[in-house]
């Protein structure tokens, strides 16, 4: 059975750092792609960054490039994201989430498996 479960968030002035913990458990690391996704109350779920357990590579929003960095810990089964200079339209519910088989990740893919999330607020 795969679980996933977010910790880290909480609430910062614009201009701080969060990072955000996944662990993982009941898939197998190197097939699969990860990724982060963001949800603020009545607004659509955004994705943010992904990253493929096996190769490596990420991917971010263009809204995150060059502020967040998404990162695997393979022996430990998890995955974190770092949040620099974090503004007040980050402020969002953040969920990890998970899909595979895959042989590489796109935000804009159905992901399968869903963490409860994790609460990130952001004051100006």
């Given amino acids: ?5 977010e910790s880290g968030g909480g609430s910062v ?12 458990s009941g898939f197998t ?5 990860m990724g982060w ?10 994705g943010v960054a992904t990253i493929h357990t096996g190769s490596g590579t990420t ?3 263009e809204s995150v ?15 974190y994201m770092q949040m620099n200079d974090l503004k007040p ?3 969002g519910m953040y969920y990890c989430a ?6 590489r990740c796109d935000l804009r893919w159905t992901f399968d498996y869903w963490g409860q999330g994790t609460q990130v607020t952001v004051s100006s």
Avoid at 98 to 103: K, Y
């Fill in 1 to 5: 059975q795969v679980q996933l479960v």
């Fill in 13 to 24: 002035q614009a201009g701080g750092s969060l990072r955000l913990s996944c662990a993982g």
């Fill in 29 to 33: 690391y190197g097939r699969n792609c």
């Fill in 37 to 46: 996704f963001r949800q603020e109350t009545g607004k659509e779920r955004e």
């Fill in 59 to 61: 991917s971010y929003a």
């Fill in 65 to 79: 490039t060059g502020r967040f960095i998404i990162s695997l810990d393979n022996a430990q089964n998890k995955m």
């Fill in 89 to 91: 339209e980050d402020t």
């Fill in 98 to 103: 998970t899909v595979a088989p895959v042989s």
